[in-house]
C-alpha cells in the first residue's frame, strides 16, 4: 500500500538537510521546501511568506500553516515548530495543527528538536546522550491525532551545532 501524503511529507521532513546554523522561520520553511521538493515530484508547494497560504481562524486567533502541498487534489498543511530550551511550544503547534485540521485534508505537524540531551554523568563520555521514547499515553494521543483529526505529528531530533 502506497504511503498516504502526509506520511510521504513527514518522511521527506525527516530525511531532509536542515541547516543547524539556521532558527529563523524563512530558513527552516526554505530547507523544508527543498526536502519535500526532493521527495514529492509534480506537487505544488506553497511557501508562508512567499506565497498566498490561507490560514484560517479559531475565537480571534489567527492560524496559518508553514508550508501547503498540494498533490492528487489534496492539499495538506505542514506547520514547524523548533524547540531549542523547553517544550513549550508544541502546545501551540498542537492547538494550530488541530485548528487548521478543519480547513485541509491533512496536517503534519513538524516539530525540530535542537535540544541538547542530559548527560547521566556516569555514562561514559564517548557514548551518545541517551533520547527518551515516547510513553504509552504519548503514542496514544500521537495515534488519536493521526485517526481523528488527521494530524501527523513528525519529531526529529537534531543536535544543535551541527556534529
Not at 497560504?53 to 523548533?82: C, M, S
Not at 485548528?99 to 563520555?125: E, H, I, M, Q, T
Request: aromatic fraction near 6%; glycine fraction near 10%; avoid cysteine.
Amino acid at each position: 500500500m502506497a504511503a498516504s501524503l502526509p506520511e510521504q511529507i513527514g518522511a521527506a521532513l525527516r530525511d531532509g538537510q536542515f541547516d543547524p546554523q539556521h532558527a529563523g522561520e524563512l530558513f527552516l520553511r526554505s530547507d523544508a521546501q527543498k526536502a519535500l521538493a526532493a521527495k514529492l515530484a509534480g506537487a505544488t508547494i506553497a511557501v508562508n511568506g512567499k506565497d498566498d497560504v490561507r490560514g484560517t481562524g479559531f475565537l480571534g486567533a489567527r492560524y496559518a500553516p508553514d508550508l501547503v502541498v498540494e498533490q492528487g487534489g489534496k492539499k495538506v498543511a505542514v506547520t514547524i515548530t523548533l524547540l531549542r530550551g523547553d517544550a513549550s511550544p508544541v502546545t501551540t503547534a498542537l492547538a494550530g495543527a488541530l485548528v487548521l485540521s478543519g480547513r485541509y485534508d491533512g496536517v503534519v505537524a513538524f516539530v525540530l528538536d535542537r535540544r541538547l540531551a542530559k548527560r547521566n554523568p556516569f555514562d561514559d563520555p564517548k557514548d551518545e546522550p541517551e533520547q527518551r521514547d515516547l510513553t504509552d499515553a504519548e503514542k496514544s494521543l500521537v495515534r488519536q491525532l493521526s485517526e481523528r483529526h488527521g494530524v501527523l505529528l513528525e519529531v526529529r531530533r537534531q543536535d544543535p551545532f551541527g556534529w
